[in-house]
């Protein structure tokens, strides 16, 4: 016959923690929106596609 050795109290305590710890809010708080991600995607995709800025010529002797 199999004993069980922890109390009840020991076991809703644990559950207790457990659950706290799954259920946490985001560390920092920081959330994103689908929106903003957009627009920030974009931003850099129109900045890494544009020509590079015209270098002045040098003059060849």
Do not use: N, W
């Not at 069980?4 to 560390?27: C, N």
């Amino acid at each position: 016959m199999i004993m069980d050795r922890t109390s009840p109290v020991e076991t809703a305590a644990l559950t207790t923690q457990v659950e706290g710890l799954l259920d946490s809010a985001e560390p920092e708080g920081v959330f994103r929106d689908t929106r903003e991600c957009k627009g920030a995607f974009l931003l850099l995709a129109l900045l890494l596609a544009s020509p590079p800025t015209p270098r002045p010529k040098t003059e060849t002797r």
